[in-house]
DNA sequence: AGGAAAATGTAATTTTTTGACATTTTTTAT
DNA sequence: ATAAAAAATGTCAAAAAATTACATTTTCCT
């Protein structure tokens, strides 16, 4: 855990002289990791030793170790994981807040990947004869950028957003043909059945959800994303991004495996749209 | 910047000592950290000064600041910026790259927000009789999404796929109307033509682009993201992710404003929803 | 090959951190 | 309310680490 936050976390745990010393710190994080014990010390009003103690109560192995980890806190990037939005943050807390816990969900995210699965999941995808992408509420736009991704490469792909389509669409299925679900829960029931159906007609059924859901349990492959709690309460943020990232993932390894030769299709196809758009002037 | 690329990229003007500490160190920066500059002077078989004079050639104020860069450098999260994906890298090394690269397109696309725009717009967006989004290609899904997050808020929200569509919805727009169009490279011609026709019928028209562009320039305000050149060639990636963090923030913005007892209506869409899920176990 | 300049190492100095122990403050039990 | 115990804090000295000054070696150029 970031180490400015766990200061701030066992602040009460902390001695009056202690508390010192991490107000100081958390006050001004910047100077503090570019001074002596000894300036920390007299800044704080409290001796050397105390600080070396402060440093110890939160698990380094001393000021020179505490200093290094407060450095990688405050590195650009590594953001404050757990600032979640607050009623009365401006407009400028509130953006640096989703931004932040954006990018640390994505972080814990790319950690809980499994790159064997998705090195198992890319040689499906370029080998099927047809590619499907499903999900519903939030996840249906990830489920539609991921055509648009897919749809450049020339393959066959379908994306339905109405579940009657999605049904019957996989009634179609056939062996070769994968079908990728996407939902942050893994419990919308009407894609779990999606993934029934889709096994039943001999396709491969890809689930991009929670381990241990109804649809994991369902789906030949599980891609699962462990993404912290939503900033938000009521809405899928995190997730969304983090899912999408992934499908940036599983488009590249296709293009990877696929070679040069398909690359230059790929830009066949961004030719193409040139000519719907304005063009840059130069200078 | 970071100063492991730094120590990559200088490698060929340090002497030969220098050379040997700067390998001992790309080798094992975790290790380099944690170490005295005996030891590592001892590790890099070269004097203890030598390793002194080669943290000054980096800029740094001596052995102990030069540790503190490289824990940043080491920071979680800390990306390399400019790691773009290469043909032969293993599953593991472009999943890495990737969500590396988006999380520091992110930091940056952060960093390229003017907050005030951001409170303008939520101002807008509350008072809206009718938001509509608007995007084709990789942005339509981005548009998706702000459809699904803002249908939530129990307000008249539009969102078409379809070109015509777009033309006529926003030629029925009245004063009070916000147009929200999407696009990363503010050059696609038909949205260019949706922001005229919508600012014609006296909608308020909100673009999420770059600035400068041609979109940007019929846009009542813009929204400039700046995001770095996509790592994938051929595919849009990191614009995407910044365009729907930034709805999120929209979002977010949008809730708060409305207060309390607007969020009370929020956890009843969610509470609706529950009837078509599985509901989660306990233990 | 010889000398200047650059690079590197040695050893001493200084700075910084840590440990041992004394003193003060706080807590607890009567 | 007070004495004893425990915890917290400070003082000072020892240890560790980093830096400086200077000597030696290596490299490069003529």
Excluded: W
Excluded at 5 to 27: M, R, Y
Excluded at 34 to 51: F, G, N, R, Y
Excluded at 118 to 125: A, I, K, P, W, Y
Excluded at 128 to 148: R, Y
Aim: net charge neutral; charged share 25%; hydrophobic share 40%.
């Amino acid at each position: 855990m970031n180490i400015l936050e766990k200061i701030t976390q066992n602040k009460a745990a902390f001695s009056k002289s202690e508390k010192k010393v991490a107000e100081i710190i958390l006050a001004n994080p910047q100077t503090a990791i570019h001074s002596s014990i000894a300036t920390l010390a007299k800044m704080s009003d409290v001796s050397e030793p105390t600080v070396n103690r402060f440093c110890r109560r939160l698990d380094t192995k001393g000021f020179p170790d505490f200093k290094l980890h407060l450095a990688q806190s405050l590195a650009n990037g590594t953001p404050y994981v757990n600032r979640h939005v607050d009623e009365n943050d401006s407009p400028d807390e509130y953006t640096n807040k989703i931004f932040e816990s954006t990018m640390a969900s994505l972080e814990v995210a790319r950690q809980s990947i499994d790159v064997n699965v998705v090195n198992r999941v890319v040689d499906l995808l370029t080998q099927a004869q047809k590619i499907s992408f499903f999900g519903l509420g939030a996840s249906a736009s990830v489920a539609h950028d991921a055509l648009n991704k897919f749809f450049r490469f020339n393959v066959p792909v379908v994306y339905f957003e109405d579940i009657l389509m999605q049904r019957m669409s996989c009634m179609n299925c056939s062996a070769g043909d994968v079908v990728v679900l996407i939902s942050h829960t893994g419990r919308t029931k009407s894609l779990v059945e999606i993934a029934q159906i889709s096994r039943m007609n001999d396709a491969t059924v890809v689930g991009i959800t929670s381990a241990d859901s109804p649809l994991a349990q369902e789906c030949s492959y599980v891609l699962s994303l462990e993404v912290p709690e939503d900033t938000d309460m009521y809405m899928p943020m995190a997730s969304r991004i983090a899912q999408l990232t992934l499908i940036d993932v599983l488009a590249t390894g296709f293009t990877l495996r696929r070679g040069n030769k398909f690359r230059e299709n790929l830009k066949r196809v961004k030719d193409t749209l040139r000519g719907s758009r304005y063009e840059k002037r130069d200078g």
